[in-house]
């Protein structure tokens, strides 16, 4: 169906279409726009409340990984060593980030820590030991390390007066020689004195106040001093045996830094087998860990007490309580089962830094909203205080145990209404766009019809314009042939006229059928090309030649003017065919007495070659469109000059193909220049 621009079915289906409904839409959507304002108001009071609730949920779920990840470490405890032979067997134990200690207890029974032991809860001090002037005078020369001969001298006669000194110069008297012994490397001395000091285990010296764990552990380098390491080991287990067997400890901190110091000695030995090496490292793994709880229990054993005998536990099982700025919190049914009970301490730095990522996450997609998250001295921290006219929208208690505070704040109005119209104005933007998107793509696409309708008409005249031309010439060709057959035609100089226009004719339209074969083979690029090295200045010297004849007899004078040895890369038939259509149409648009001047010369990197003739001209407006497919200028039914309208797009297709460039200057009534610009052949 062909569509004429003034048909009103065409009209009418633009319009109501695209245009009138592209309007509507533009209307509703302006309309929507003024209401921002109000929308964003209210999206920010849906926003506050779901801001608030997202973020308790993300306390709240975080808090429940800590209890669930402490109600699985709790079934680990129950794999601790129970005694002395356990605790160099590999048993598992589950951190858990956020808290420091765990404590099982079945019922009011402590089931870890496991060890045994009455931590001593009583204040009463060591009493005091000071040093006599004549100590504090040898021990300010030991210091100081002068004349060690006299020391010692000094010390051994001090000894020899034992029965006349007191009991704490006795001892501050043999600690002096034992370090004496010691630094000399005099071990069999310092172990005798060692022997001596370790048969009062409550002795004390002014300088330490407890002497048993300093005594083991010089007892213990010795032995390693000596490489006597299998000796060394088995000291080391026979003080911990004592240890645990004695269920009772006075200082945790010296007892753990005995044992840390004698384990990572023996872990040191280069001799020590695989096995004993990984049972001893259990052993300082498993003892380091359970004297850590026993030292925290001890400090809060008042608390523990009153704290697993209270039975007021919410219904989730979960009771949160502080002792001395210590926040613990009790796991019990339903969490747990039967009378199982485990207490946990928050490690607060790393649980609040475990929680304060979660939310983080969450706050990240909340970048609009004004918050503040406080602890329980008001320290902020996540978020940013706002200014003092700052209007508190809500606050709200996070977590259980934690007592911090969610604090949201209502926008500045004038913040939002600077935002909502620089939103508006980007609104207003993307439908004005869409708008004139829509009327432009519109007019192409009208534009686009038009242009078909266009093509189709010349392809009309295209097809009218070439049977006129195949008619003309077989008319001819047929009206002659019959005159000739039916012997109408008797002198011989009239069948050598005759048959001198049929061959012409049939030259005519041998040319027309061959410039619509080239055209077609270009156009479904079946056109096979075969490139090679070719004198531009040849090829137009024969198709000069071949119609200079033809321009003579029509009253048309050629000149020409090339240089020889211009070569390019190039199909020689397809150039030949450019340079025939150029000069043709030079011939058949230049009136007599006229003129055409051809010539090839070569420029820098390029060789040229131009058509100018004194013909008809082509006005500015046209000249866009000569090398468009059936288009010709002027009216096809009235032009005197008949063509197919092929010429000059074969011509700017062969050109394309050798990537030449080709141009006009012409005006009307003052003749035309085509010029076609090649590049070298190297």
């Given at each position: 169906m062909r569509l004429q621009r003034?048909?009103?079915?065409?009209?009418?289906?633009?319009?109501?279409?695209?245009?009138?409904?592209?309007?509507?839409?533009?209307?509703?959507?302006?309309?929507?726009?003024?209401?921002?304002?109000?929308?964003?108001?209210?999206?920010?009071?849906?926003?506050?409340?779901?801001?608030?609730?997202?973020?308790?949920?993300?306390?709240?779920?975080?808090?429940?990984?800590?209890?669930?990840?402490?109600?699985?470490?709790?079934?680990?405890?129950?794999?601790?060593?129970?005694?002395?032979?356990?605790?160099?067997?590999?048993?598992s134990f589950k951190n858990v980030d956020g808290v420091s200690a765990i404590f099982l207890f079945n019922g009011p029974k402590l089931i870890y820590p496991s060890i045994p032991i009455h931590v001593s809860q009583d204040n009463v001090p060591f009493p005091e030991a000071n040093a006599s002037l004549i100590e504090s005078e040898i021990f300010k020369q030991e210091r100081l390390q002068n004349q060690p001969g006299k020391i010692y001298l000094a010390r051994s006669i001090r000894l020899m007066q034992a029965p006349f000194e007191t009991h704490d110069e006795k001892v501050q008297n043999l600690l002096g020689l034992l370090r004496i012994h010691y630094n000399n490397k005099n071990y069999s001395e310092a172990l005798k004195i060692i022997d001596a000091l370790e048969k009062h285990p409550n002795i004390q010296g002014y300088l330490h106040v407890r002497l048993k764990e300093s005594l083991n552990l010089m007892r213990f380098e010795i032995l390693v001093e000596l490489k006597k390491h299998q000796a060394a080991q088995d000291y080391c287990l026979a003080v911990l045996s004592h240890f645990l067997e004695s269920h009772h400890v006075e200082d945790i901190g010296a007892t753990r830094f005995f044992f840390e110091s004698a384990f990572n000695r023996i872990l040191s030995f280069e001799d020590l087998d695989r096995d004993t090496r990984e049972a001893f490292w259990n052993l300082r793994e498993n003892l380091n860990r359970q004297l850590t709880h026993i030292e925290i229990f001890s400090q809060h054993q008042v608390f523990f007490n009153r704290f697993i005998s209270d039975y007021t536990s919410p219904k989730e099982g979960v009771l949160y309580q502080q002792d001395d700025q210590q926040v613990f919190f009790r796991m019990?049914?339903?969490?747990?089962?039967?009378?199982?009970?485990?207490?946990?301490?928050?490690?607060?730095?790393?649980?609040?830094?475990?929680?304060?990522?979660?939310?983080?996450?969450?706050?990240?997609?909340?970048?609009?909203?004004?918050?503040?998250?406080?602890?329980a001295n008001d320290s902020v921290l996540m978020g940013n205080l706002p200014d003092s006219n700052?209007?508190?929208?809500?606050?709200?208690?996070?977590?259980?145990?934690?007592?911090?505070?969610?604090?949201?704040?209502?926008?500045?109005?004038?913040?939002?209404?600077?935002?909502?119209r620089h939103k508006m104005l980007l609104l207003y933007s993307l439908v004005g766009f869409s708008l004139l998107t829509v009327i432009l793509g519109s007019f192409f696409v009208f534009r686009s019809l038009t242009q078909e309708q266009r093509l189709l008409f010349m392809k009309s005249n295209f097809l009218s314009s070439v049977s006129h031309e195949l008619k003309t010439p077989l008319t001819s060709i047929k009206m002659f042939a019959e005159m000739m057959a039916k012997g109408r035609v008797q002198k011989i100089e009239k069948m050598q006229e005759y048959s001198g226009l049929i061959g012409k004719e049939s030259t005519r339209l041998e040319n027309l059928i061959g410039a619509i074969l080239n055209y077609t083979r270009l156009e479904n690029g079946t056109q096979s090309f075969h490139w090679e090295r070719l004198d531009m200045t040849v090829c137009t010297e024969k198709v000069y030649s071949s119609l200079l004849e033809i321009a003579n007899n029509r009253g048309v004078t050629m000149e020409c003017n090339w240089e020889n040895g211009n070569f390019v890369m190039g199909d020689y038939t397809a150039l030949y065919s450019l340079v025939q259509n150029l000069i043709e149409n030079a011939i058949k648009y230049t009136n007599p007495p006229g003129h055409i001047f051809v010539q090839v010369f070569s420029e820098n990197d390029k060789v040229v070659f131009s058509v100018t003739d004194t013909g008809v001209g082509i006005a500015l407006s046209e000249q866009k469109n000569i090398f468009n497919d059936f288009y010709r200028v002027g009216d096809e039914m009235t032009r005197s000059t008949k063509g197919s309208g092929l010429g000059l797009a074969i011509v700017k297709r062969v050109a394309d193909t050798h990537k030449a460039s080709i141009s006009v200057q012409s005006r009307p009534g003052k003749g035309s220049t085509f010029t076609v610009r090649l590049k070298k052949a190297e």
């Open positions: 003034s048909n009103s079915i065409l009209v009418a289906l633009f319009f109501g279409g695209i245009i009138l409904p592209t309007a509507i839409l533009a209307f509703l959507s302006f309309r929507s726009i003024q209401n921002e304002l109000f929308l964003a108001e209210k999206n920010f009071e849906e926003n506050l409340t779901s801001f608030q609730k997202e973020m308790a949920e993300a306390v709240k779920r975080e808090q429940h990984s800590v209890l669930q990840e402490t109600k699985t470490a709790s079934q680990f405890l129950y794999e601790q060593p129970q005694n002395f032979l356990e605790f160099g067997n590999a048993t019990s049914h339903p969490w747990l089962s039967g009378d199982q009970v485990v207490i946990g301490m928050i490690q607060k730095e790393k649980y609040r830094t475990r929680l304060l990522t979660k939310i983080a996450a969450v706050a990240r997609e909340w970048k609009d909203i004004p918050y503040t998250m406080t602890d700052a209007t508190l929208a809500n606050q709200r208690a996070m977590g259980d145990g934690l007592g911090w505070t969610l604090t949201v704040y209502q926008r500045d109005t004038q913040e939002l209404r600077k935002e909502t």
